[in-house]
C-alpha cells in the first residue's frame, strides 16, 4: 500500500511541473521518496517482506524514476538517463526470470534489491530530486549559482547512479549464475 502511495504521486509530479506548480511538484517528489523509505523500513521493522513485495518495490522504484527521466527528457542527459533505463530494464527481467526458474526449480529465490541497488535508487531519486528543485529556485531565486548548484546535484545524482547499477547487474547475473547452475 505504501509502495502504490509512492508510485501514484508520479502522475501527479509531473502534471504540476509540467504546469509550473514547482513547490507541489516537489513536495509531491518528497512524498515518493519517503514512501519509498517507510515501506522498506516498514516491512523490515513488522517482518512483513513477502515476495510480491521484493519484487513490487523495485519495479515501483523503476516506474518513478523512469516516468521522470522521460518527462523531463529534455532537461536530463540522455545518455545517462537510457542507461539507467536500460539497467533497470535488465535488472527486471533478471529479477523475474529468477522468480519463475526458482519457482520452477522449487529453488527459495531472493529477489530483494540488493544494497548497491538500493543506493542507485537514492541517488537517481537525488539527481531528479535537484532538477526539480533547479526550477523551483529559478522561479523564485535565480541566481546562476543556483542553477550550477542544482544543475551539478542533478549530473552527480544520474551519472552516479551508473555504476551503482552495473554492480547490481552483476549482482543479478550471479544469482542468474546459481540458477543456471542447478538447472544443468
Same mark, same amino acid.
Given at each position: 500500500?505504501?509502495? #502504490?502511495?509512492?508510485?501514484?504521486? +508520479?502522475?501527479?509530479?509531473?502534471?504540476?511541473?509540467?504546469?509550473?506548480?514547482?513547490?507541489? &511538484?516537489?513536495?509531491?517528489?518528497?512524498? &515518493?521518496?519517503?514512501? %519509498?523509505?517507510? /515501506?522498506?523500513?516498514?516491512? *523490515?521493522?513488522?517482518?512483513?517482506?513477502?515476495?510480491?513485495?521484493?519484487?513490487? /518495490?523495485?519495479? &515501483? /522504484?523503476? &516506474?518513478?524514476?523512469?516516468?521522470?527521466?522521460?518527462?523531463?527528457?529534455?532537461?536530463?542527459?540522455?545518455?545517462?538517463?537510457?542507461?539507467?533505463?536500460?539497467?533497470?530494464?535488465?535488472?527486471? +527481467?533478471?529479477?523475474?526470470?529468477?522468480?519463475? #526458474?526458482?519457482?520452477?526449480?522449487?529453488?527459495?529465490?531472493?529477489?530483494?534489491?540488493?544494497?548497491?541497488?538500493?543506493?542507485?535508487?537514492?541517488?537517481?531519486?537525488?539527481?531528479?530530486?535537484?532538477?526539480?528543485?533547479? %526550477?523551483?529556485?529559478?522561479?523564485?531565486?535565480? *541566481?546562476?549559482?543556483?542553477? %550550477?548548484?542544482?544543475?551539478?546535484?542533478?549530473?552527480?545524482?544520474?551519472?552516479?547512479?551508473?555504476?551503482?547499477?552495473?554492480?547490481?547487474?552483476?549482482?543479478?547475473?550471479?544469482?542468474?549464475?546459481?540458477?543456471?547452475?542447478?538447472?544443468?
Amino acid at each position: 500500500l505504501i509502495t #502504490t502511495v509512492g508510485l501514484l504521486t +508520479v502522475p501527479a509530479i509531473i502534471n504540476f511541473h509540467a504546469k509550473g506548480m514547482f513547490v507541489i &511538484a516537489v513536495i509531491l517528489m518528497a512524498i &515518493a521518496w519517503f514512501c %519509498d523509505f517507510l /515501506d522498506g523500513w516498514w516491512a *523490515r521493522r513488522f517482518k512483513m517482506n513477502s515476495k510480491i513485495g521484493d519484487f513490487y /518495490d523495485p519495479l &515501483a /522504484d523503476k &516506474a518513478v524514476t523512469w516516468s521522470l527521466l522521460i518527462a523531463l527528457w529534455e532537461r536530463v542527459p540522455s545518455t545517462a538517463a537510457v542507461i539507467i533505463i536500460s539497467f533497470g530494464l535488465f535488472a527486471t +527481467v533478471g529479477r523475474v526470470i529468477v522468480l519463475v #526458474t526458482g519457482k520452477k526449480l522449487s529453488i527459495p529465490t531472493n529477489v530483494m534489491a540488493n544494497y548497491a541497488g538500493k543506493i542507485k535508487t537514492n541517488f537517481e531519486k537525488g539527481g531528479i530530486t535537484a532538477l526539480l528543485l533547479l %526550477d523551483l529556485f529559478l522561479r523564485y531565486w535565480p *541566481r546562476l549559482q543556483t542553477e %550550477d548548484f542544482f544543475y551539478t546535484l542533478m549530473m552527480i545524482g544520474l551519472w552516479g547512479s551508473i555504476p551503482l547499477g552495473f554492480i547490481s547487474l552483476l549482482q543479478m547475473g550471479k544469482k542468474l549464475l546459481v540458477l543456471y547452475r542447478s538447472y544443468a
